[in-house]
């Protein structure tokens, strides 16, 4: 059976359904999909801390379908920018995994993440399928990925 491990870029996924959709991303039917594909060994939700209610209803959704969910706090600049990147800490925990496992799934549409997928389709000779909504995900991640999978129906709520 093939070993998964996902990794989901929640404020990625977050802003560009809502963007072209207006609508949320369904990770349960996602988790559904990818276990008709092989066993999940590892699931990742990096996501940003802001303390609200409605954010912790939402992380302990995602724990409860089996995401182990990684938070940073919430940085507003003095400019009135705001930080919540986690992109060093996906590339970690992707490059760790990527030897253990035989598919890298991630969501996201950053195309900073490119080199990563060459990189371990490089070292490792793993499959990596990228799941991102179609106008707002980078041509260079689709065409790093072994598969891309469009962020559409069925996979909004």
Request: aromatic letters at 10%; proline letters at 2%; charged letters at 20%.
């Amino acid at each position: 059976m093939k070993k998964i491990a996902v990794f989901a870029d929640v404020q990625n996924i977050y802003y560009t359904c809502r963007e072209a959709y207006a609508k949320q991303f369904n990770y349960r039917r996602l988790w559904q999909q990818l276990q008709e594909q092989g066993s999940i060994v590892a699931a990742y939700a990096y996501a940003i801390d802001r303390g609200d209610n409605q954010q912790l209803k939402f992380q302990d959704a995602l724990k409860h379908i089996g995401f182990n969910v990684k938070l940073k706090p919430f940085i507003q600049r003095s400019d009135g920018s705001a930080k919540g990147d986690w992109d060093v800490g996906i590339t970690i925990d992707v490059l760790e995994a990527a030897r253990e496992v035989d598919m890298v799934v991630l969501l996201s549409g950053d195309g900073d993440f490119a080199i990563l997928l060459d990189k371990i389709n490089q070292d490792y000779d793993v499959e990596t399928l990228v799941y991102g909504v179609p106008s707002l995900t980078a041509h260079a991640l689709i065409n790093s990925a072994s598969l891309y999978q469009a962020i559409e129906q069925p996979l909004l709520q």
